[in-house]
């Protein structure tokens, strides 16, 4: 079952970059090619949408089949996927936030005022991270019983 998830998800983020590869030479100031990119990453968004959901049933999968956990710092399977899943996820933000700014420049979003697009020059990124450590906190606490300490380090 782990592995139907996992090829899901690569089958999924292949089809998206085989497609993106479509747009390669294409004038991007032509009208219908900014429509036609514009369709692309909103489909390229809800396509990935349960990316995480599913990649968190492989992980419980392979935990409760196979009998071991990500925690085991001295096997090189756990500590590859936990790799292999850092890759992923931070891919998909980056992605997800790169489709979101275009879409708001170039689509037919609206920006809130004193924002360039998604992104806000005044947000104070300290307490964004706050915010999103608690929430994943709190989920890693009601899953696994305990969480990591924040430590955040500023200039």
Do not use: W
Request: glycine fraction near 4%; include cysteine; aromatic fraction near 10%.
């Amino acid at each position: 079952k782990e592995m139907d998830d996992c090829r899901f998800i690569i089958n999924k983020y292949t089809n998206s970059f085989e497609e993106l590869l479509e747009f390669n030479g294409r004038d991007p100031n032509e009208s219908q090619v900014l429509e036609m990119f514009e369709k692309f990453l909103n489909t390229f968004q809800a396509r990935q949408a349960d990316t995480v959901p599913r990649m968190a049933n492989a992980c419980m999968d392979m935990i409760s089949q196979r009998g071991m956990g990500l925690d085991d710092a001295t096997c090189y399977l756990s500590m590859s996927i936990k790799h292999y899943l850092d890759r992923l996820y931070t891919s998909m933000i980056s992605l997800q936030m790169l489709s979101s700014q275009h879409l708001a420049i170039y689509g037919h979003q609206r920006s809130l005022p004193n924002q360039i697009g998604i992104i806000n020059p005044q947000t104070k990124l300290t307490s964004v991270l706050v915010d999103c450590y608690d929430d994943a906190a709190f989920d890693c606490e009601n899953t696994y019983m305990v969480a990591p300490k924040l430590n955040i380090k500023t200039n």
